[in-house]
């Protein structure tokens, strides 16, 4: 006889969900009072354990009547939740396979914005690099200017007195027109005072999935 | 949320090396921004270029001649005004406009 949580997982495998982890606590108590530890060796196996796993609603509906019956003694229990980020090391396979190459027209983003300009704590150039890696957004560049000004007219200089007072900072970024849109959105958000620009560029050749190769790849 | 307009960009491309009367060609060239009203003006150095003389710009022990940019984007007529009066402060150099659509982002802080 396997211990449920082998068939469980089993289970959820033949299933295809994304990916599951059991993991087994230190010590705990449930519906009987009574204490699982791992003090008596003998029962190690009486420990708790919890599995995991996140997929789309669809899959969990699929799954959930039969977990209803697996587990006779338990607790299962169902949340919202939103994916982030889902990272995965490309199967290995030809070589070709590893870049995704994408040409054609695109849209290049230029933000005007002071390298002084915070967002939580943190520099807002950089606050919104990170929210662009994380929209996985195919790469993004900031140039720092030497001198300039914004509509509000104050001077972006750097002085003796003041050697990093605000110089103007400019993000540009491409990648194809629906991701600029999103792109776009997110830094409307984020900006206070700055300025927006959006062009029409045509995508030579882009290609992801370089780390692999040299590690040293465009940030994703 | 503010709409796009249509708007130029105008890139002047100079050496940082390049005066106008006494001072750096790139601050003149924004001082006259201001001049003209334009709405905003960015200097970008560049770490090393060629342009129409084919001489490399590159970092040197005594006076840098690095490349340097002076961005600028507003409406088509300033852009023209700019250019036109840019051009007559320029030696050599090259200046580019270029379509764009502009979002002006101005929030109260805080």
Request: aromatic fraction near 4%; include cysteine; hydrophobic fraction near 40%.
């Amino acid at each position: 006889m396997t211990p449920l949580h082998d068939d469980i997982m089993t289970f959820l495998m033949h299933k295809g969900v994304a990916g599951a982890t059991a993991t087994r606590g230190y010590s705990g108590f449930g519906a009987h009072q009574a204490l699982h530890t791992p003090k008596i060796e003998v029962a190690a196996e009486h420990l708790p354990i919890r599995i995991e796993f996140v997929d789309t609603a669809e899959k969990v509906d699929e799954v959930l009547p039969t977990l209803y019956e697996l587990v006779t003694d338990g607790l299962i229990e169902v949340q919202d939740t939103t994916v982030v980020k889902v990272a995965r090391e490309d199967a290995a396979g030809e070589p070709t396979a590893a870049h995704e190459r994408v040409a054609g027209p695109a849209k290049l983003l230029r933000v005007f914005l002071g390298e002084a300009d915070q967002w939580h704590g943190e520099p807002l150039y950089d606050a919104i690099v990170k929210k662009l890696r994380m929209m996985e957004i195919a790469g993004a560049t900031v140039y720092r200017g030497i001198l300039g000004y914004g509509a509000k007219g104050h001077e972006h200089k750097r002085s003796f007195w003041h050697p990093m007072r605000d110089l103007p900072v400019m993000i540009s970024v491409v990648d194809t027109a629906d991701k600029i849109e999103e792109a776009t959105e997110a830094i409307e958000a984020m900006l206070t005072d700055g300025l927006i620009v959006t062009s029409d560029v045509e995508m030579v050749r882009m290609v992801r999935g370089m780390e692999k190769a040299d590690g040293t790849g465009p940030a994703r | 949320m503010a709409p796009d307009r249509p708007a130029k960009l105008l890139r002047i491309h100079i050496s940082e090396r390049d005066r106008y009367q006494g001072k750096p060609l790139y601050e003149a060239l924004v001082d006259l921004c201001r001049e003209l009203k334009i709405s905003g003006a960015t200097v970008f150095r560049g770490l090393e270029g060629f342009g129409e003389t084919a001489g490399l710009h590159r970092p040197q022990l005594v006076g840098s001649d690095q490349p340097v940019v002076v961005t600028i984007v507003d409406s088509a007529e300033n852009v023209a005004r700019m250019a036109l009066a840019a051009e007559g402060m320029m030696g050599t150099g090259m200046m580019a406009i270029s379509e764009v659509r502009a979002r002006r982002v101005e929030k109260q802080a805080g």
